[in-house]
């Protein structure tokens, strides 16, 4: 039997159980409705790209929790994270280190994106993460098998 996160903006979805350690906390659930709120340019135009299923298809979520983290976007189907680097993140090394460890611990794979990369290359950034995503399809269709 699997839990509902009652989160308002994810009460649909089904989620892990809270034994799971992808089940979100309610820090991460809390702290994704503020960044939600608090999106960056980056971000935004990344999101611009990724919402409604517009690159190949691909559900993506952003803001979403995961554990006791929060992805920048997170497609659940393939358990592909995308994040959004800037320098906000120079002084966070070590954390992110530990958080895409923790991250492909659980079968998600983590595919970052320098802010920098995507305003001068939004094309080849998308396709990058299209291509990623394809991948990842293809790998979870071959061990269905």
Known sequence: MRALCL?????????PHP?????????ARDL???????????EQ?????????MLGGFKFRR?????????????????????????Y???RKEHDANRDIWMNSQSITV????????AKNEEGVLTEILRTAQRL???RESEKM
Not at 19 to 27: G, M, V
Not at 112 to 118: D, Q
């Open 32 to 42: 994704s409705t503020v960044l939600r709120n608090n999106t960056t340019p980056p």
């Open 137 to 139: 399809l293809r790998d």
């Open 19 to 27: 034994n799971d350690p992808t089940f979100p906390t309610k820090a």
């Open 63 to 87: 803001q979403h929790p995961i554990g006791s983290f929060v992805a920048d976007f997170y497609c659940d189907e393939i358990k592909l994270v995308v994040e959004v680097d800037s320098s």
């Open 45 to 53: 135009v990344l999101w611009s790209r990724l919402k409604n299923r």
């Open 7 to 15: 989160s308002h903006s994810y009460a649909h979805l089904p989620m």
């Open 89 to 91: 993140h120079d002084g």
């Open 111 to 118: 595919l970052r994106v320098m802010a920098s990369e995507l």
